[in-house]
């Protein structure tokens, strides 16, 4: 478009001084004059061609600029994205490792205290116990409930089905073992008995 | 340089013309060529100017575009040194909050089984102490050396300092609690008495 108008200019500019300005010029600068003017002629031809040309560069230029952009902020987003997800479950795998640790300890812990010392011990394992499941709620570790709550293969793992006209269909009515949550990610079902 | 060039190419070429060539072009005509001319002159300034322009804009881009480039890769590296750090110290809260819990535990097993049930509530529990400790070490976390060992600022922290001649001097010589490392990174120090 800009180019359209130059030229558009430029012709009506030439139309108004051939009808205002007379000859003034020797026949003999004539055929410089004209020879000049081929001459300009081929270097403003080839000076468009190179507007147009740098015209171009500075499209793609451009062009790549904002792709480099777009990419750098997608890359910003993403990395925002898994740094979130990497906090959030950062303590997954020491979690896991731990499970059968604090299934060892309930277990161990059934046991009927009855002189003073056994009692005095397990009361300590009992702090310590309790020490370690905050340690774990701190870190966003939820128990999994279980037992009177419908059953849910996203939350539950059915090991056993009874038919039980006492209880409701699809009710978890005993569970084997403790299922763990990390903040929403299921770190181990609960092992459960189901009604069907 | 390439401006240079086609100017003095220009000149060269005018010379040249102005020997071989004759007059061709009446009068009136070379009022209206001059004109044009001068027209055609401007327009070539402008068009060099123009192209000045241009040059400067893709030269702009140019610079714009490897400051971007630059900046993505600083800010890769970053994110990627970030990562490296956060995946390696992941577990570092959920350790530090265990710590008491494992000490508790430590103290609560110096105890005397002397009946049979103690003895297998000790040995049960001594098996989820281990699978605790294990679990840790999987992480990373080590016990921090100190009996015996040079004290050291960045592992020990001295809480009492005797003279001592059966002993050589800056050794520990014993430990009230337990320090812990993860990886290269000290938990919490080893709390030791020192020899002066």
Redesign the interface.
């Known amino acids: 478009m800009a180019n359209e108008n ?1 030229i558009k200019e ?1 012709v009506t ?2 139309e108004e ?2 009808t205002t ?17 081929n ?3 081929d ?2 031809t ?3 061609e ?2 147009a040309d ?2 171009q ?2 499209q793609e ?2 062009n ?2 904002y792709r ?2 777009a ?2 902020e997608n ?2 987003r993403r ?1 925002r994205l ?2 979130e997800a ?2 959030k479950y ?2 997954q ?3 896991s ?2 499970l ?2 604090i299934d ?2 309930e ?2 812990m059934k ?1 009927d205290a ?2 003073e ?2 009692k ?3 009361q ?2 009992d ?2 116990y309790r ?2 499941i ?3 709620k ?2 966003g570790v939820e128990i999994i409930d279980a037992v009177g709550q419908q059953f849910d293969p996203q939350l539950h793992q059915a090991v056993m089905q009874v038919e039980d006209s006492e209880y409701e269909s699809g009710v978890v009515i005993e569970q084997f073992q403790k299922g763990y949550k990390l903040k929403d990610r299921v770190i181990r079902p609960s092992m459960v008995k189901v009604n069907q």
């Open positions: 130059t430029e500019n030439q001084m051939n300005q007379d000859t003034t010029m020797e026949s003999t600068e004539t055929s410089n004059e004209t020879i000049v003017n001459e300009e002629q270097e403003l080839k000076a468009n190179k507007i740098l015209e560069k500075v230029y451009e790549k600029l480099v952009q990419d750098f890359y910003k990395v898994d740094q990497a906090q950062r303590a795998s020491l979690i490792d731990m059968s640790s060892n300890f277990r161990a046991i009855e002189d010392k056994t005095t011990l397990l300590g394992m702090m310590v020490g370690l905050e340690a774990l701190n870190e």
